[in-house]
Nanobody, 122 residues
Framework: QVQLVESGGGLVQAGGSLRLSCAAS????????MAWFRQAPGKAREFVSR????????YYADSVKGRFTISRDNAMNTMSLQMNSLKPDDTGVYYC???????????????WGQGTQVTVSS
């Protein structure tokens, strides 16, 4: 049973940067779609970005387009999210997820990490 583990969250000032990582243990990323979601307090989990199995296709929520970059290394079974020009609205728990469907809906992902907290202060 594959497990996903996120790391790299923390507290940063607005305008700063963070790099999140997601590592798979007990399995591989394989030919799955991988994605990042986030959830702010009192809000629903929302799509941030996703990447296809080869890394050749990436998708971003409009709110992060141009500021975030998703990437993956299948040989290392890792995925990253480089977050630049962070805003207070980016605050939340960030989750990585694995799924078979090219989708931004969290229901289509069946393997999730435990999340890592990102807090952006103004």
């Amino acid at each position: 049973q594959v497990q996903l583990v996120e790391s790299g969250g923390g507290l940063v000032q607005a305008g700063g940067s963070l790099r999140l990582s997601c590592a798979a243990s007990g399995g591989t990323f394989g030919n799955y779609f991988m994605a990042w979601f986030r959830q702010a307090p009192g809000k629903a989990r929302e799509f941030v970005s996703r990447i296809n199995w080869s890394g050749g296709s990436t998708y971003y929520a409009d709110s992060v387009k141009g500021r975030f970059t998703i990437s993956r290394d299948n040989a290392m079974n890792t995925m990253s999210l480089q977050m630049n020009s962070l805003k207070p609205d980016d605050t939340g728990v960030y989750y990585c997820a694995r799924g078979r469907v090219d989708s931004g809906r969290p229901q289509t992902y069946n393997t999730w990490g435990q999340g890592t907290q990102v807090t952006v202060s103004s």
